[in-house]
Antibody
Framework: EVQLVESGGGLVQPGRSLKLSCAAS????????MAWVRQAPKKGLEWVAT????????YYPDSVKGRFTISRDNAKSSLYLQMNSLKSEDTATYYC???????????????WGQGVMVTVSS | DIQMTQSPASLSASLEEIVTITCQAS??????LSWYQQKPGKSPQLLIY???SLADGVPSRFSGSRSGTQYSLKISRLQVEDIGIYYC?????????FGAGTKLELK
């Protein structure tokens, strides 16, 4: 059974840093691109970052580029999100997700973690 | 960036009714479109991928279709367990973008 379990959330002051982790199990972690998606309270979903299987390629939207860093440790089947210079608008539930693709390479997220809450406030 | 315009924002329907939710892409995204259901307090769950393919374990009353840059999610006979918020996602190009969501309620 595929499982994604996030951890590391909490309350942090604006301008400070926080690192989220996602422990994966039930599949060969190193074979999949992985991603982070967030959801501000009572708001919609926002894609935050994607990382390639080896970790050599990473992708971010402008809203977090330069502040957030996605990384992975395939030996530990773990995904990470280092968040620096945090702002109040980064307050959200952060989900770890597995990116899957069809034979025609149509991408989608097939498994999601339960989410971890990050609150940025003084 | 590709914009995904989802409609309606909210929808009230009766049991057994047919429900349709649409997403309009701002440019051609092919079949790089997926649909997700999110129930209160839960993480999103995949319903449809590749615009028309049903995810494993998803009831056959759910279906996806495409007409050009317009994508639709149809629930053929609404059930109580279908209540929640539905999102479309384009993964054609970064930044990946979600629709704003459709809140589906029971009438």
């Amino acid at each position: 059974e595929v499982q994604l379990v996030e951890s590391g959330g909490g309350l942090v002051q604006p301008g400070r840093s926080l690192k989220l982790s996602c422990a994966a199990s039930g599949f060969t972690f190193s074979n999949y691109y992985m991603a982070w998606v967030r959801q501000a309270p009572k708001k919609g979903l926002e894609w935050v970052a994607t990382i390639s299987t080896s970790g050599s390629r990473t992708y971010y939207p402008d809203s977090v580029k330069g502040r957030f860093t996605i990384s992975r440790d395939n030996a530990k089947s773990s995904l990470y999100l280092q968040m620096n210079s945090l702002k109040s608008e980064d307050t959200a539930t952060y989900y770890c997700a597995r990116r899957m693709y069809t034979t025609d390479y149509y991408y989608y997220f097939d498994y999601w973690g339960q989410g971890v809450m990050v609150t940025v406030s003084s | 960036d590709i914009q995904m315009t989802q409609s309606p924002a909210s929808l009230s329907a009766s049991l057994e009714e047919i429900v349709t939710i649409t997403c309009q892409a701002s440019q051609d995204i092919g079949n790089w479109l997926s649909w997700y259901q999110q129930k209160p307090g839960k993480s999103p769950q995949l319903l449809i991928y590749g615009a028309t393919s049903l995810a494993d374990g998803v009831p056959s009353r759910f279906s996806g279709s495409r007409s050009g840059t317009q994508y639709s999610l149809k629930i053929s006979r609404l059930q109580v367990e279908d209540i929640g918020i539905y999102y479309c996602l384009q993964a054609y190009s970064a930044p990946y973008t979600f629709g704003a969501g459709t809140k589906l309620e029971l009438k």
